[in-house]
């Protein structure tokens, strides 16, 4: 008989990343003999924590929202006293690429157009970085008594 050892949390990360929307699954692992039996508090409300009976446990589930849940898990076999291991939990933002066209493609000043934005979900960009403060508006320089077209 072993005491209980929370040997790994997917590659001995005490950290994984989910992304909104996204279903993901992270598997945690411990040792001991007889197999421990795990528990995980503090999950957020779309996540799971199943003990699968065998030294393992999945934490899964599909990310309502983003930001950062500190969880705690705790593996037990009766042999010796309980261990626990914090565990950060990080939700991404969805990757998204945003483009804007001009409908006419302006060829004077003073000319109407139509701009067009679209936003589209694009995983392979990664996670969406923290977007900066706009810079203000640079004031278009006036043109002195233009000839009109």
Known sequence: MTPAAISSADNNSSSSAFTVGTAGAFT??????????????????????ADNGDGTATLSGTPTGAGTSTLTITATNGVGDPVT???TLTVDKIATTT????????????????????????PAAGPVPQPSPPAPPTPAAPTPNAPSP
């Open 28 to 49: 945690v692992t411990a040792t001991g003999a007889p197999s421990p039996a795990l528990k995980a508090s503090g999950l957020p409300p779309w996540a799971s924590f």
């Open 85 to 87: 291991q914090a565990f």
């Open 99 to 122: 483009s804007v066209t001009a409908t006419p493609n302006p060829a004077t000043t003073d000319q109407q157009i139509t701009l067009n934005a679209t936003v589209a979900n694009n």
